[in-house]
């Protein structure tokens, strides 16, 4: 690969973890610490939004970043023809 394409392909990288990283922390975070109390006062099944953010919700949420930085690093390495 070339230089430049290298480069290009980190920086492509870095966008999609900085990104995701900063949904994992608004989800686990803010919605989770933070925002608990407004969220308490929505309810869902019975259970407290901000306690299901707080107990679960990041978890699901950290589950489904990895599985969508999986899905958008194959398209990338793909894309760059360093896939497996």
Known sequence: MAEK?????WRINLKYLAILLSVWFIVSYVF???LVDELN?????GFK?????AQQGSIYFFVLI??????????????YGVNE
């Open 41 to 45: 006062e929505i309810k869902i099944a």
């Open 66 to 79: 990895i599985l969508v930085y999986i899905r958008l690093m194959n398209k990338l390495d793909k894309t």
């Open 32 to 34: 989770g610490i933070i």
């Open 5 to 9: 394409d290298l480069k290009k392909y």
């Open 49 to 53: 939004l901000g306690f299901w953010f």
